[in-house]
């Protein structure tokens, strides 16, 4: 008997079970969800991952190393840097899965995320159906406020991008004639608050898009690029 004729052995179910639980167990952790929350817009450099989640390069670098063992995210070589990304767009959608069950099972969620956002109720909220009549019609103008490298790896059609640190100084982009509709990484991401409460203080009518680009594109709209522009 050949070694390819040697019985195989049984299979195990928990075998299939354990595999599964390497990808649950890569994501058990707060500072990994981040991160995996800030690829979902965009490729970035470790530096990069670890400024804007406010950890050390190290732990940064550390929590990655974890991610890419389960193949959730996979790194590549762009002249001197390396950058991360997510694997695969089911990665994505699997974080967006488990944020809407966190938000439908865990009443705990509305709780916390009030807290975060404060000024989650001050301003007025429009719908992805109620932008796209107001764009059409020329009433409002769209203002992306994520970082740039965001706004250029992803954004909504005729997005304006101005990134929140630069609003003060580019004011002058905007119109007073327009209702100024800010969005940045969907509805749990504090930014557009920040920039619709600058933009009021100056005199400019404003609302909140709670989507962002995923849930922009599972309504079914197409997204855009720097590339294409």
């Given at each position: ?46 530096e ?8 050390s ?16 995210v ?7 840097y ?9 990665v ?11 938000s ?6 509305s ?30 103008v ?6 740039s ?16 640190e630069e ?12 209702t100024?509709?800010a969005?940045?990484?969907?509805p749990y ?14 005199g ?26």
């Amino acid at each position: 008997m050949t070694i390819s004729e040697k019985k195989q052995p049984p299979a195990n179910k928990q075998d299939l079970y354990r595999l599964f639980a390497r990808i649950a167990a890569a994501m058990a952790n707060p500072h990994r969800l981040e991160l995996l929350d800030l690829l979902a817009q965009g490729a970035r450099t470790v530096e990069e991952l670890a400024r804007e989640s406010n950890l050390s390069i190290a732990n940064a670098s550390q929590h990655l190393q974890r991610l890419k063992r389960a193949r959730l995210v996979i790194d590549e070589r762009q002249g001197f840097y390396i950058r991360y990304r997510i694997a695969d767009p089911l990665v994505t959608h699997l974080w967006l899965e488990i944020r809407a069950v966190a938000s439908q099972q865990l009443t705990e969620v509305s709780v916390t995320l009030d807290a975060y956002r404060a000024q989650r109720h001050e301003f007025k909220r429009v719908s992805v159906e109620d932008l796209r009549t107001r764009l059409e019609k020329g009433t409002a103008v769209l203002l992306d406020v994520r970082p740039s490298a965001e706004y250029a790896a992803s954004h909504l059609p005729s997005a304006l991008s101005i990134p929140l640190e630069e609003l003060d100084r580019r004011l002058s982009e905007l119109p007073h004639s327009r209702t100024v509709v800010a969005y940045c990484r969907g509805p749990y991401c504090v930014l557009a608050d920040q920039a619709a409460e600058k933009l009021q203080r100056k005199g400019f009518r404003v609302a909140r898009l709670e989507e962002g680009v995923h849930e922009w594109q599972q309504a079914g709209y197409s997204l855009a690029s720097a590339r294409e522009a």
